[in-house]
């Protein structure tokens, strides 16, 4: 018997500013993607954005239903809209964000198990690391890959 450990690194920045061009710009485009949400259950708006490797950027956000499991989370929404509208192209970051009335939360959001299988599924079709950007008023986190966010991911141990 061995014990193991699974270790996760991941980037933390203060402000958007601090990020490069290309994540803040991802970013940007999460905290727009927010104003798209239709939440009258939660009142929790959720944007989030798809960078291809066109160069596009994919928005969704999260899509309440009257029955529950109906809805969709903001991440599924924009992924499956880039998968539908680029389907020949990869996935190559996420960058996500929510909060009530236009306010960016206090601690990032961070996305469900159902949308981290999601993202799984994308990065496997690609072959690329797909990176995951979760943004608060406060913080914003970076992952490099999907990996990171949801370890011993299938077939990969
Ligand atoms: N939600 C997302 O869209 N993404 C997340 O990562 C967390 C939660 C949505 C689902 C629901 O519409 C609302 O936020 C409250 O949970």
Do not use: W
């Not at 991802?26 to 798209?36: C, D, R, T, V, W």
């Not at 996500?96 to 306010?103: D, E, P």
Request: hydrophobic share 45%; aromatic share 8%; net charge neutral.
């Amino acid at each position: 018997m061995t014990d193991k450990e699974i270790r996760i690194k991941y980037r933390e920045f203060s402000s958007i500013e601090e990020m490069n061009p290309e994540d803040r710009e991802l970013a940007a485009e999460a905290i727009k993607a927010m104003s798209g949400a239709y939440a009258p259950y939660s009142h929790f708006h959720v944007g989030a954005a798809v960078r291809m490797s066109n160069g596009q950027i994919v928005r969704g956000a999260n899509q309440e239903n009257a029955a529950f499991p109906s809805g969709l989370c903001a991440e599924r929404t924009a992924m499956f809209a880039a998968g539908a509208r680029y389907p020949d192209k990869d996935m190559l970051g996420i960058a996500i964000a929510g909060g009530v009335m236009g306010r960016l939360a206090k601690a990032p959001v961070t996305p469900c198990g159902a949308c981290r299988q999601v993202m799984a599924q994308y990065q496997a079709k690609s072959g690329k690391p797909m990176s995951v950007i979760m943004i608060s008023a406060d913080k914003i986190l970076k992952f490099d890959k999907v990996d990171d966010i949801l370890p011993l991911i299938f077939d990969s141990i």
